[in-house]
T-cell receptor, first 118, second 114 residues
Framework: DAGVIQSPRHEVTEMGQEVTLRCKPISGHDYLFWYRQTMMRGLELLIYFNNNVPIDDSGMPEDRFSAKMPNASFSTLKIQPSEPRDSAVYFC????????????????FGSGTRLTVV | KNQVEQSPQSLIILEGKNCTLQCNYTVSPFSNLRWYKQDTGRGPVSLTIMTFSENTKSNGRYTATLDADTKQSSLHITASQLSDSASYICVVTHGSSNTGKLIFGQGTTLQVKP
């Protein structure tokens, strides 16, 4: 398995532009998570899905952020309009539920998208 | 408030030496605690996962301990190697193991020098 795949790896955009980050979870995983990591705040959960349905989006900072999961193999995180304070590394992670399965395998993170808004 | 505190914030050791990283948490209810290693420019990778009933778990040269009574965990690295240079993040699951939220520590940055 190729693991959790994120694209692009790096994104530089101007303030006010729309940014779309993409994630392909591990096949068969039914939970998908979007995280943001900054030096100041560390890793923060933004939103997570179970079976393609958003379960908890309380971590989404503002209405400028939106996430979708149209099918089990793809999710997007969109920022519109982007601002310099959105600059961070955005991680996608997936996990497999099932009691011990989730405990044993834990979460698998992608390599992240480094976003810079200038 | 559910929090995970790690110490030290950063650490420099010589190759071949041992070191211990600390994690204190105030998360309740708690189902499990994980240690992750994050190399620069990469996503976190799981090293160990322990439930509240486990005291210790090893993964090669990494040994994690857990004291659920005092809500403390440690990660011991034996015979450090240059490749151990990374950030080590302590993560506690708040709630059930399947659906609970992960509470992340700020991490300890370890640098191993030759």
């Amino acid at each position: 398995d190729a693991g959790v795949i994120q694209s692009p790896r790096h994104e530089v955009t101007e303030m006010g532009q729309e940014v779309t980050l993409r994630c392909k979870p591990i096949s068969g995983h039914d939970y998908l998570f979007w995280y943001r990591q900054t030096m100041m705040r560390g890793l923060e959960l933004l939103i997570y899905f179970n079976n393609n349905v958003p379960i908890d989006d309380s971590g989404m900072p503002e209405d400028r952020f939106s996430a979708k999961m149209p099918n089990a193999s793809f999710s997007t995180l969109k920022i519109q309009p982007s601002e310099p304070r959105d600059s961070a590394v955005y991680f996608c992670a997936s996990s497999l539920t099932g009691g011990l399965s989730a405990l044993n395998y834990g979460y698998t993170f992608g390599s992240g998208t480094r976003l810079t808004v200038v | 408030k559910n929090q995970v505190e790690q110490s030290p914030q950063s650490l420099i050791i010589l190759e071949g030496k041992n070191c211990t990283l600390q994690c204190n948490y105030t998360v309740s209810p708690f189902s499990n605690l994980r240690w992750y290693k994050q190399d620069t420019g990469r996503g976190p990778v799981s090293l160990t996962i322990m439930t509240f009933s486990e005291n210790t778990k090893s993964n090669g040269r990494y040994t994690a301990t857990l004291d659920a009574d005092t809500k403390q965990s440690s990660l011991h690295i034996t015979a450090s190697q240059l490749s151990d240079s990374a950030s080590y993040i302590c993560v506690v699951t708040h709630g059930s193991s399947n659906t609970g939220k992960l509470i992340f520590g700020q991490g300890t940055t370890l640098q191993v020098k030759p």
